[in-house]
């Protein structure tokens, strides 16, 4: 059980471009989901929590008008790198959680390279 | 927030070694998870263990929650065991986890 999945695994495109990544738990509903950042050889960063029909929450230092995010149902939420540039190049996981104090449960990942 | 402090950063073991792994938190948390990150990204679930111990095979892992720390124990291992190690907390129920930086383990044959 709690399985999630992220879609697509890798994506390869050009500067400028704007790509999207989609996060759906498979077998239960999820009220918060949670979108983090990983760089080679570091630690998992997070970089917004979304509940279901509400407007995201960011960390400090992410862009909100660049990191787009939907929590639309509550078992789909979509990540929108808009306008990507090869900085953006990274790992991204996003994490689905069905209530409060509950565990969280990770997607693949999706490894982002902006050529 | 909160801090996650995970050591030792690197290790290497020989196949068949037993390891420790720690992980101490700067304030309470409510839960707390155990994963292994494989070469291909993938965060594997370990334990999800708020306190006291599980055991799960050749792993186990205790948490002292009134002291802020937890451990996770690798018995027998093996080279599918390498990979790196997190651990991660939330403050409270409803924060998200935050993640610590990780143990780098590297089982040889």
């Known amino acids: 059980g709690a399985v999630v999945s992220q879609h697509p695994s890798w994506v390869i495109c050009k500067s400028g471009t704007s790509v999207k990544i989609e996060c759906r738990s498979l077998d239960f509903q999820a009220t918060t989901m949670f979108w983090y950042r990983q760089f080679p050889k570091q630690s998992l960063m997070l970089m917004a929590t979304s509940n279901e029909g509400s407007k995201a929450t960011y960390e400090q230092g992410v862009e909100k008008d660049k990191f787009l995010i939907n929590h639309a149902s509550l078992t789909l939420s979509t990540l929108t790198v808009t306008s990507a540039h090869p900085e953006d190049s990274s790992f991204y996981i996003c994490?689905?959680?069905?209530?409060?104090?509950?565990?969280?449960?990770f997607g693949d990942g999706t490894r982002l390279s902006i050529l | 927030g909160i801090q996650v402090e995970q050591s030792p950063p690197d290790l290497i073991l020989q196949e068949g070694a037993n390891s420790t792994l720690r992980c101490n938190f700067s304030d309470s948390v409510n839960n707390l998870q155990w994963f292994h990150q494989n070469p291909w990204g993938q965060l594997i679930n370990l334990f999800y263990i708020p306190s006291g111990t599980k055991q799960n095979g050749r792993l186990s892992a205790t948490t002292v929650a009134t002291e802020r720390y937890s451990l996770l124990y690798i018995s027998s291992s093996q080279t599918t065991d390498s990979g790196v190690y997190f651990c991660?907390?939330?403050?409270?129920?409803?924060?998200?986890?935050?993640f610590g930086k990780g143990t780098r383990l590297s089982v040889i044959a």
């Open positions: 994490s689905a959680r069905a209530q409060s104090g509950q565990p969280q449960h």
């Open positions: 991660a907390g939330p403050h409270s129920g409803n924060t998200p986890l935050v």
